[in-house]
Structure formats: C-alpha cells, structure tokens
C-alpha cells in the first residue's frame, strides 16, 4: 500500500463572496483547497462570458500531466474544454500510427 501524497491538479478558490474565481493549481494531495501549492498553471472564472472563463498554460499542464499529476474530476473537464486533453490524444496517437508504419519503396527504385 502507497500511502505517499499525490501531486493534483486542482482549483483554489479566490475572488469575491458571491463572486467565485478559481486558479488552476499543482499541489500536494495533502495541502488545503487553498493552502500551499507548487505551481499556478491557469485561471478558471465560471461568471465570466465563455471566451473569457478557461486561461490554462498549456506546456505547463502538459509537463505535469506527463509527470504523473492527476487531475481533479473538474480540472480534467476544464482541460478538456480548453482543448488540452484533445491536443495530448492527438500527440499520442500520431506517435503510435507513426511506429506501426512502415516505409514503402519508393517508385523509382524498382
């Protein structure tokens, strides 16, 4: 049995009462929602108009998902709307159609 913390990827709440406003943060599974993290990585404002509410540093998120941080079930789905996690399957499958081609003779060579 692991009992080690998890890094995560998840929200802290800032803004106002009333007036929500996350930032999308790295942290140890055992800190607070809004206690000590390692990394920003992006802001989520659900209040905002829709092409103003998902900012996410897509290298960032992209090394720690790399790394092993699991993201919380509402990150994954914020991710997922900012065309992160589509980018990331794409990257993954081209790798693997990539391996499995093989090289055709060329034509001139016959």
Do not use: C
């Not at 992006?42 to 509410?53: F, I, L």
């Not at 509402?74 to 900012?82: D, M, N």
Request: proline share 5%; no cysteine; glycine share 6%.
């Amino acid at each position: 049995l692991d009992t080690r913390p998890m890094v995560r990827i998840r929200l802290r709440r800032v803004g106002r009462k009333k007036a929500p406003a996350y930032r999308i943060v790295v942290a140890d599974s055992t800190s607070p929602r809004d206690g000590k993290f390692i990394e920003i990585i992006g802001q989520y404002a659900p209040r905002q108009a829709d092409d103003k509410q998902i900012n996410v540093k897509t290298d960032r998120a992209n090394y720690w998902l790399d790394v092993g941080a699991q993201p919380s079930d509402t990150v994954r789905s914020i991710l997922r709307r900012a065309g992160v996690l589509k980018a990331r399957h794409e990257a993954r499958l081209a790798a693997k159609l990539q391996a499995q081609a093989v090289a055709l003779p060329e034509k001139g060579a016959e």
